[in-house]
T-cell receptor, first 114, second 112 residues
Framework: EDQVTQSPEALRLQEGESSSLNCSYT??????LFWYRQDPGKGPEFLFT???AGEEKEKERLKATLTKKESFLHITAPKPEDSATYLC???????????????FGGGTRVLVKP | DSGVTQTPKHLITATGQRVTLRCSPR?????VYWYQQSLDQGLQFLIQ???????AKGNILERFSAQQFPDLHSELNLSSLELGDSALYFC???????????FGEGSRLTVL
């Protein structure tokens, strides 16, 4: 069964204190790894897609990397507005009926204090 | 704004009742996904439709059903509601080109 595990579950950072979030996965036939940001009571907001090991994507203070077994989301010099839950998800094919789905990890709640 | 519209935003109902949640995907997107998010379960995939046809099914209860209409909007029907069905229900549509999912703001269901 496909599994996505995120760690840590929660992270408290001081403003400017860089850190990394981990997403490890066990899936058959990875088609893509996605990072989302979710604010309380809101829908997840797309951040990055990574397709192959070694790939990196950057956006402002966030940088996502991918290996064959895990992905990291690096937050550099975070600000209070970076406080959110960060979700990673893997896209796997559903062979029957040619569907596909995203399987999400449990998320990492990040709190950045000023 | 993701371009995905969900209604209603909030819904309070009683056990045993039935509700319908509605989703309009982004213009041009043919796929619609439904997810359930509760405090202890995270985001759980329920079902996917593509251009009116069911394409993938997750851990969707038999009391739940969904469909996608010719105009591509989708409805999720939840019946014989139980307290444990209280959750945020998200709809997402999939970008044809890049493949990522764009989520709506969700429908918060409270079953009393």
């Amino acid at each position: 069964e496909d599994q996505v595990t995120q760690s840590p579950e929660a992270l408290r950072l001081q403003e400017g204190e860089s850190s990394s979030l981990n997403c490890s996965y066990t899936v058959s036939g990875l088609r893509g790894l996605f990072w989302y940001r979710q604010d309380p009571g809101k829908g997840p907001e797309f951040l990055f897609t990574l397709y192959s090991a070694g790939e990196e994507k950057e956006k402002e203070r966030l940088k996502a990397t991918l290996t064959k077994k895990e992905s990291f989301l690096h937050i550099t010099a975070p600000k209070p507005e970076d406080s959110a839950t960060y979700l990673c998800a893997v896209q796997v094919p559903v062979i029957k009926a040619a569907g596909n789905k995203l399987t999400f990890g449990g998320g990492t709640r990040v709190l950045v204090k000023p | 704004d993701s371009g995905v519209t969900q209604t209603p935003k909030h819904l309070i109902t009683a056990t045993g009742q039935r509700v319908t949640l509605r989703c309009s995907p982004r213009s041009g997107d043919l796929s619609v996904y439904w997810y359930q998010q509760s405090l202890d379960q995270g985001l759980q995939f329920l079902i996917q439709y593509y251009n009116g046809e069911e394409r993938a099914k997750g851990n969707i209860l038999e009391r739940f059903s969904a469909q996608q209409f010719p105009d591509l909007h989708s409805e999720l029907n939840l019946s014989s509601l139980e307290l444990g069905d209280s959750a945020l229900y998200f709809c997402a549509s999939r970008s044809q080109g890049s493949g990522e999912l764009f989520f709506g703001e969700g429908s918060r269901l409270t079953v009393l």
